[in-house]
């Protein structure tokens, strides 16, 4: 028999049943399976599913609004079940993201008369590798499914709205060299210590600070692995420097891969994997209201979210939800429970009555 969820319970103890239900990447069949019926319970919403993702739409109003989070977590790591101690809610995915699909889920019950229409995803697979995910597969299936004034997914922020996010370049730059008797190494050329002119372009560089409507980006670019070496008696003939270039939302993906090929102009560049950063937005009415109705604060997203989904699909996007993204997937992961309670009491303020 599979779990149940109680909407009408408060929004702590929703986010605890959330994070007893596992729910690691390909494995969501359950948790999905308890949002479905707890959604379909509800008579102001309309409710479908997408394998292991559910969409919700209020009835009778134009869609303006969409409220996004994702069901599935890391791998676990002894964190199950939730456990409360000294004002936090601790187990695994309570931070990354349970708490803030609780506030969504309580939203979706709890609000039957909202000031705006809503779509309400609840999605799979965000936490491995992009193929796999969920609402990019909704958006292959229906691009109109991604389609708002505002975006608003609820990573965990801190409970501030992160603007945007970074995006994200990861490339393989390699050194070539010939291989010899490391006994006669004087008859090779060794390409791990050729490798130390890429390091050094590392050491050298400055990365930039663009503001982005009116939010202060902060770029970099690191080495993040190295991979080199034939056997212990053997000069390498490559050696191979993987490189992360986590760039501002005011450059395109094609201006991102220029950079990486003018900073290591003279290697041989791979690039492995690359996805776009997302604009804030904060200029666009629905974005600018909303940002009001939450105090006015906005930091920028340090890192790459599924906003830039919503932004590529022209609707601005924001993160907004309970929890320090620095605490997330670690074996202590948790999420203030306090933290969860204004989040959701804002979002219940703003989504109002009409």
């Known amino acids: 028999m599979g779990s149940a969820l109680d909407l009408s319970a408060d929004v702590v103890e929703v986010t605890a049943a959330l994070v007893d239900i596992p729910s690691e990447s390909h494995h969501e069949g359950e948790i999905a399976d308890a949002v479905q019926s707890a959604l379909e319970a509800c008579p102001h919403l309309s409710v479908e599913r997408s394998g292991n993702a559910i969409i919700a739409e209020t009835s009778g109003l134009p869609i303006e609004v969409i409220i996004a989070g994702h ?76 389609a708002a004034d505002l975006a608003i997914v609820m990573e965990p922020s801190n409970g501030v709205i992160e603007g945007g996010c970074q995006g994200t370049i990861r490339a393989e730059v390699r050194t070539a060299g010939k291989r010899a008797h490391s006994a006669r190494a004087w008859q090779g050329a060794n390409a791990i210590h050729a490798a130390q002119e890429i390091l050094s372009r590392l050491d050298a560089y400055s990365p930039r600070e663009p503001e982005v409507d009116g939010l202060r980006y902060r770029e970099g670019l690191n080495a993040v692995g190295i991979a080199g070496g034939v056997a212990g008696n053997v000069i390498p003939d490559e050696c191979v420097v993987t490189v992360n270039y986590r760039f501002a939302p005011d450059t395109s993906v094609p201006e991102a891969i220029a950079h990486v090929q003018d900073v290591f102009a003279g290697f041989d560049i791979t690039i492995v994997d690359e996805a776009p950063g997302a604009r804030p937005g904060l200029l666009e009415p629905k974005v600018a209201a909303f940002v009001e109705a939450m105090g006015g604060e906005v930091e920028p997203k340090f890192g790459w979210t599924d906003v830039a989904r919503f932004s590529s699909a022209g609707t601005p996007a924001v993160n907004f939800g309970p929890g320090d993204p620095t605490v997330a997937h670690t074996v202590d992961e948790s999420v203030s429970i306090s933290e969860i309670r204004a989040v959701s009491e804002a979002m219940v303020r703003w989504l109002g009555g009409r």
Do not use: W
Request: negative net charge.
């Open 71 to 146: 069901l599935d977590t890391v791998p676990a790591a002894g964190n199950l079940p939730h456990r409360i101690d000294d004002e936090r809610l601790y187990g695994l995915g309570s931070c990354d993201m349970k708490g803030g699909v609780a506030i969504a889920l309580k939203l979706a019950h709890d609000v039957t008369a909202p000031r705006h229409g809503v779509r309400y995803i609840f999605y799979d697979c965000e936490e491995v590798a992009a193929v796999h995910n969920g609402l990019a597969r909704l958006a292959r299936q229906d691009p109109h499914l991604l």
